[in-house]
């Protein structure tokens, strides 16, 4: 049974460009959650979304954006990237939305340059 | 606003021993409180959790002790190992949203 899945696991990127990262769920998970983790930090909620619909959103700009395909799938689009986005981004899938169980997957290191 | 408080920063514990880290929250509404364990290059791992319902819940040689009129709840591992050694994070989440509020992370060193 395959676990959450991110790719790619590393980026690197200048500012100003844009990156999409991709997550799949863990197999009969529905709901997807994306966290950003600074070096040495705890991760930050930065959205959730069941059912192809942004669900619940933390306090992150609106360049960060995302979207949930048919498949329960999902992507983190992240337009106009600041030094300051260069962190691990991780997703995080539930069996349903009001599970509190979340697992994680090994996440996306994208570096700005 | 950090709404949930992690101390120690950094723990260094001699193999066997017991490691302690504490965790405080501030809203009330929050009524799940998990562990994950996460090491270096790896995505966080659930470890154990609790309900403010009970006082404490052991899995092996991890227990969380949970005190909901102080608003505080603590990870103990017993017999720690070498293995053990990974960053650890505290989290709480309201019930039916499944979003969860990090703390800053404590990173043990099991010394052998």
């Known amino acids: 049974d395959a676990g959450v899945t991110q790719s790619p696991t590393h980026l690197i990127k200048t500012r100003g460009q844009q990156v999409t990262l991709r997550c799949s769920p863990k197999?009969?998970?529905?709901?997807v959650s994306w966290y950003q983790q600074a070096l040495g930090q705890g991760p930050q909620f930065i959205f959730q979304?069941?059912?192809?619909?942004?669900?619940q959103r933390g306090n992150f700009p609106d360049r960060f954006s995302g979207h949930q395909f048919p498949n329960y799938s999902s992507e983190l689009n992240v337009n106009a990237l600041l030094l300051g986005d260069s962190a691990l981004y991780l997703c995080a899938s539930s069996p349903a939305p009001s599970t509190d169980t979340q697992y994680f997957g090994p996440g996306t290191r994208l570096t700005v340059l | 606003q950090q709404q949930v408080k992690q101390s120690p920063q950094s723990l260094i514990v001699q193999k066997g021993g017991i490691s302690i880290i504490n965790c405080a929250y501030e809203n009330t509404a929050f009524d799940y409180f998990p562990w994950y364990q996460q090491f270096p290059g790896k995505g966080p791992a659930l470890l154990i959790a609790?309900?403010?319902?009970?006082s404490e819940k052991k899995e092996g040689r991890f227990t969380i002790s949970f005190n909901k009129s102080a608003k505080q709840f603590s990870l103990h591992i017993m017999d720690s190992q070498p293995g053990d050694s990974a960053t650890y994070f505290c989290a709480a989440s309201r019930g039916g949203y499944s979003t969860l509020t990090f703390g800053k992370g404590t990173m043990l060193l099991v010394s052998p």
């Open positions: 609790i309900r403010p319902d009970v």
């Open positions: 197999s009969g998970h529905d709901t």
């Open positions: 979304y069941y059912e192809e619909e942004e669900r």
